[in-house]
């Protein structure tokens, strides 16, 4: 095994394992099948871009974990995760992208002879990276195994952070604060999407002079004009334009942890619907953190900023948050809590979450949101960007 600087102690490590285990246990499980990249990441350590192709950590009934992946990413496994060299196994090249055979078959015969191919094994069905046919295979390879659904197990054990996680987040959130800054710095009517873009990349890259910047599990949202009604899409080449708002959906990355951060700048006077719509955010997103406590619930950190919303005569359907953490593309959410109403999910120190603050109208998009960490009081702020709707003439 190389020597490798990681990025937790052996003894987080160890811990993870141990809670992730104990939740196996709670669901009948003996055998976990983890292909989630985020989930592999904070079982072991891996980090490769390396998710397009079939791979999986197997968190077996006693021992340390071990990667599965092409044989090209297990030597990246050598270099990033904590594992012995014995439990890092690579699979051939030709089972890349063949319709006659499928990685799973391979896994199917290892697990069969190791002597679990008759266990309780649990799998992640609903996961961007686990797909139909992997789940077909394993089902021919195993006929003995019993298999259950144990999508976003893991997750859950991710949800309260660490002191080094939390550390890894607020150098993010020192990440995008360079970034938003950078934002309003260039922004001008003229400047053509794509180089602004080149500009936030740049910044979010470099980072500060103590660290940099890993890549972002989302592409940067900066859709203008009446097209920032849509929340999700992305840039052209077409020149800003005056008169006009653009929200700025982005997140600071580093070492895969993430702090995403909105802020809506308009190039030019903001007309009344920008101005009632920043006073109805900035309002309802205090109430918001007001209620953001250990203690109380997803529900009602969700319901006192919906609560003000209400006052103003605004309708939010969707979800106003979600956690946040360590992540892989195409999306930077853990997939586990959100706020809104319904979720009783009880807050806990250390969780953190994207407090997703945006309003979408036929006519504009406007997002100034918060990435945080609950606390038994206030909840800290991982950014320091000034809270409010950005206006350059």
Request: with cysteine; aromatic share 10%.
């Amino acid at each position: 095994m190389p020597d490798i600087e990681l990025k937790f102690t052996r003894a987080e490590y160890a811990d993870r394992l141990r809670k992730t285990r104990s939740a196996m246990e709670a669901k009948g499980v003996d055998l976990l099948i983890v292909t989630d990249p985020s989930n592999m990441n904070w079982l072991t350590g891996y980090d490769g871009w390396s998710f397009y192709v079939h791979q999986c950590v197997l968190v077996p009934p006693q021992g340390e974990p071990i990667f599965f992946g092409r044989a090209m990413d297990a030597v990246g496994a050598r270099f990033t995760a904590y594992l012995d060299e014995v439990n890092i196994i690579g699979y051939p090249d030709d089972y890349v992208m063949n319709t006659q055979k499928h990685p799973m078959d391979l896994l199917s015969s290892i697990l069969t002879d190791k002597g679990w191919g008759g266990l309780r094994t649990g799998v992640e069905m609903d996961n961007y990276w686990f797909t139909a046919r992997a789940f077909a295979a394993l089902q021919a390879g195993l006929p003995n195994a019993r298999f259950s659904d144990c999508t976003a197990l893991v997750n859950w054990q991710r949800a309260v952070k660490s002191a080094t996680e939390l550390d890894y987040m607020r150098k993010a959130g020192a990440i995008v604060t360079r970034m938003h800054e950078r934002i309003f710095d260039v922004i001008e009517p003229g400047m053509r999407k794509n180089d602004l873009v080149a500009e936030i990349y740049d910044a979010g890259i470099r980072g500060t002079d103590g660290f940099g910047g890993d890549y972002p599990a989302l592409v940067p949202l900066l859709p203008s004009g009446r097209e920032a009604a849509a929340a999700h899409l992305t840039w052209n080449d077409k020149p800003m334009k005056p008169n006009e708002g653009t929200f700025f959906e982005i997140a600071g990355c580093y070492h895969r942890y993430h702090c995403p951060l909105s802020r809506t700048v308009f190039l030019g006077k903001p007309p009344k619907v920008f101005v009632e719509g920043e006073k109805a955010v900035l309002e309802g997103m205090e109430a918001g953190l007001e209620a953001a406590r250990a203690g109380n619930t997803c529900e009602q950190f969700a319901g006192a900023f919906y609560a003000v919303l209400k006052k103003y005569g605004i309708i939010k359907d969707g979800r106003t948050g979600y956690p946040i953490g360590v992540s892989y593309p195409p999306d930077w959410g853990e997939r586990t809590m959100s706020l809104r109403p319904g979720d009783q999910t009880v807050l806990e120190p250390g969780m953190t979450f994207h407090f997703m603050t945006g309003l979408w109208s036929d006519e504009m998009g406007l997002e100034i949101t918060e990435s945080i960490i609950i606390t038994e009081g206030a909840p800290e702020l991982l950014a320091s960007v000034p809270r409010k709707l950005f206006v350059k003439d």
